[in-house]
């Protein structure tokens, strides 16, 4: 067992590859699970040896994918807090928000499993729970849209204007209406702690979506 500071062996670009391929995953089934899009243009894959749903629209393929590529150098400085998938109805109200809580720790302790079958495992059993998420929370209201918000610490928010990764792909300042909900219910999903990085997954649920 070895133990390397951040820094070493870039290390945080190691985990932001990771989390940012769950992240694609996860948002696609999110999608399909609560029902955004019709569920004919979802397709059976398998990932984390577990079968998941993803999308085969080109044009909502290429925004989650241009999404992750802008929070990918957040994550790999240690600069994301929260990830959330919001989900709004169609006055563009937050009717729930998947809200994924990341953290990492200054110091990594490495062995070979570590970085693959061990995290695979963790990750899967989020997948998983996402599956089922249905179960607890209630339906949406039809002709639900929804959104990416990104929650950073502080020193990244102020350089965040100056860092444009994609071309015509620029970070605004989210709405206010799409960041807060009135007394949501607090449902959680899952948790996993490992040597690279800690992820906690919830649900804020609107209590009357219709």
């Known amino acids: 067992m070895t133990t390397l500071t951040r820094q070493d062996l870039n290390f945080g670009q190691v985990v932001a590859d990771i989390l940012c391929e769950f992240l694609e995953v996860a948002i696609h089934l999110i999608l399909y ?6 569920s004919g243009i979802f397709q059976k ?14 044009e909502l393929n290429q925004y989650i994918q241009d999404t992750l590529h802008c929070v990918k150098p957040l994550i790999e400085k240690n600069d994301a807090e929260k990830v959330v998938v ?26 070979s499993d570590t970085l693959l079958s061990h995290v695979e495992q963790l990750l899967r059993a989020f997948i998983l729970k996402i599956s089922v998420c249905d179960a607890v929370l209630n339906n949406n209201p039809p002709g639900c849209s929804f959104t990416v918000l990104v929650h950073t610490r502080d ?4 350089n965040m ?3 444009q990764v994609i071309k015509d792909f620029p970070w605004i300042v989210a709405d206010e209406q799409e960041v807060h909900m009135q007394e949501p219910r ?13 992820m906690q997954l919830y649900v804020e649920e609107r209590a009357q979506k219709t």
Not at 45 to 58: I, T
Not at 155 to 158: I, M, S, V
Not at 186 to 198: E, F, R
């Open 155 to 158: 020193a990244a928010t102020r």
């Open 161 to 163: 204007e100056k860092v």
């Open 86 to 111: 919001v989900i709004m109805d169609k006055e563009h109200h937050p009717v729930e928000r998947f809200v994924f809580e990341i953290s990492q720790p200054p110091l990594l302790s490495i062995s």
């Open 186 to 198: 607090l449902i959680p999903l899952k948790t996993m702690t490992s040597d690279i990085v800690k």
């Open 45 to 58: 894959r398998k990932k984390y040896n577990v079968p998941v749903q993803m999308s085969c629209h080109p």
């Open 33 to 38: 699970v609560r029902e955004v899009y019709p």
